[in-house]
């Protein structure tokens, strides 16, 4: 299997794709072609366990891995870092109504199913591309991605890891995840500016020449962990692949029978990776993209006009709060049917002008798989707080936002049919915005009562990731200026 970039035709492998993270003309790598599940492959996927259903995934992509290697990976990834041995667990809230339950790893997000697994790819891939440079992975957060590859890539040999998030935009337990971590390769550094602008800084910082320089002279070399790296995606595929699984097999759903996905979106690399499960024959009738008042996606999905020029919100679903939806244009690339030229149009487009308008063929081919939505905070904390009193399930505010606009799809379409909602943090993460949706009027100013507060009203217990921050030091406090991020990078590997 080969990958080219969204914007021009340059061939690699697997092993190049995951080491390289982005293609040298800016645009994102892409599979040349989907692999498909048959018929006997689904039936041993469906008796399999996660670990199974990951590795048969995993070699269907990554053909330049060998099987010892993949084998390794994914157990080293999913041995004893989730709450048991079903990484990812469905639970049905309502009849048809199925919550894909993403965050029972280290740091309550759905990030960590992939960003467990990551480091490991990533280094089997620079041993085989690299000639022994070490890797230095460059993040950009909107909160949970930081956290999720800081522990992930903590102290794995041959790599680096620099995290740069927004010092106002992620809530207080998500900084303190952070600015905590340990690991003698790891940076944290907050920036004065939005997600996007941290987003923007690592894009430029990748395709600078003095810095790439500056790295070769100390044998080292970028890598991503953001979910522009092809390497994250396929990891996210075997969730939706999984889900299809365990539906079948608990009888929920008939073989081929087609079901809905609704996810919670922000760079939208979770929805997409439910579009590639799709692409190998997992039978996904519609793809519910949710967002939160930063609605630039779901504008998008109605109008065919992508426009960034708006307001920008913090938000209760800061992981969402983003306005340059990177992976959309490996979706583009599917809707041009893979021309290249007309993906790097719009991708110029968008950085000249901030906006693109997709003809109206592709805008029809789009709605015919997506339907979008948005909801605002209140909205959300009224999902929140009608799902714990009706249901009894407490989710987090990002997971709530799908809910909303997941639940409005239906009244408006009439479509029943059976739906995995995508659940992706933890709703301890945010319990400054959980309690006071579920009646709590009065919260303390500590964060930590807060998350005893909420164990003691929901009866569910606190993540052992999170009791433990308590006590934790915090040994990142630094913070710069959006343009000083580069001098940041050079001071951390000097
Ligand atoms: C990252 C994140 C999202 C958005 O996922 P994308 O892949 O960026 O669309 C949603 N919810 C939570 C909790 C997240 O951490």
């Avoid at 927004?166 to 690991?183: C, D, F, H, I, W």
């Avoid at 945010?430 to 309690?435: E, I, K, P, T, Y």
């Avoid at 433990?468 to 200026?481: G, K, Q, T």
Wanted: with cysteine; glycine share 6%; hydrophobic share 40%.
């Amino acid at each position: 299997m080969r990958y080219t970039s969204t914007r021009s035709r340059c061939f690699v492998t697997s092993a190049q794709a995951i080491a390289r993270g982005i293609a040298e003309d800016g645009g994102l790598f892409v599979p040349e072609s989907f692999p498909q599940i048959d018929d006997a492959a689904m039936e041993k996927l469906i008796s399999g366990d996660y670990k199974f259903r990951a590795k048969t995934i995993l070699s269907y992509y990554l053909t330049d891995f060998t099987t010892e290697e993949i084998d390794r990976c994914v157990e080293a990834a999913y041995t004893g870092t989730f709450d048991d041995d079903t990484p990812a667990p469905l639970v049905e809230v309502k009849k048809n109504l199925h919550l894909l339950e993403l965050w029972h790893g280290p740091t309550c997000a759905f990030k960590d199913m992939a960003l467990q697994l990551l480091p490991h790819l990533l280094t089997t891939a620079a041993a085989k591309v690299n000639d022994g440079k070490k890797s230095v992975i460059l993040v950009a957060t909107s909160g949970d991605t930081g956290k999720a590859a800081l522990d992930g890539f903590a102290d794995v040999p041959g790599t680096e890891i620099i995290v740069f998030y927004p010092q106002n935009g992620v809530s207080a337990m998500q900084k303190l995840q952070m600015t905590t971590q340990r690991g003698n390769n790891v940076a944290v550094c907050g920036i004065a500016g939005n997600f996007d602008q941290a987003q923007s800084g690592v894009k430029t910082i990748f395709s600078d020449g003095a810095m790439k320089d500056f790295l070769a002279q100390r044998k080292m070399c970028f890598s991503s962990a953001n979910s522009i790296n092809f390497g994250r995606l396929v990891p996210q595929i075997v969730y939706y692949v999984s889900a299809y699984c365990d539906l079948v097999k608990t009888g929920k759903l008939r073989r081929g029978e087609p079901f809905n996905v609704a996810v919670p979106t922000g760079n939208f690399g979770n929805i997409l990776a439910a579009v590639y499960a799709k692409k190998m024959g997992i039978p996904i009738k519609k793809f519910i993209c949710a967002s939160n008042r930063n609605a630039v996606l779901s504008d998008f999905i109605a109008t065919g006009t992508y426009d960034r020029n708006r307001e920008f919100f913090l938000t209760i679903s800061p992981s969402m709060d983003i306005l340059i939806s990177s992976n959309l244009e490996r979706m583009l690339y599917l809707l041009a049917d893979g021309d290249e030229k007309v993906v790097a149009e719009y991708m110029a487009q968008l950085k000249s002008q901030g906006k693109y308008t997709i003809p109206s063929a592709m805008l029809a081919k789009l709605q015919t798989l997506f339907a979008g939505g948005f909801c605002d905070d209140a909205a959300t904390q009224a999902t929140i707080g009608k799902l714990f009193q009706e249901q009894h399930y407490l989710a987090d505010p990002h997971t709530a936002v799908a809910v909303n606009v997941c639940e409005r799809y239906r009244k408006a379409t009439g479509d029943e049919s059976v739906c995995v909602i995508a659940s992706t943090a933890s709703p301890y993460k945010f319990a400054q915005a959980v309690l006071p949706a579920i009646g709590e009027k009065n919260l303390p100013a500590d964060g930590f009562a807060m998350l005893e507060m909420l164990a003691a009203k929901s009866h569910t217990a606190i993540p052992a990731p999170l009791a433990a921050l308590r006590d934790a030091e915090v040994l990142h406090p630094a913070s710069v200026d959006p343009a000083e991020m580069a001098n940041f990078i050079r001071k951390t590997l000097a």
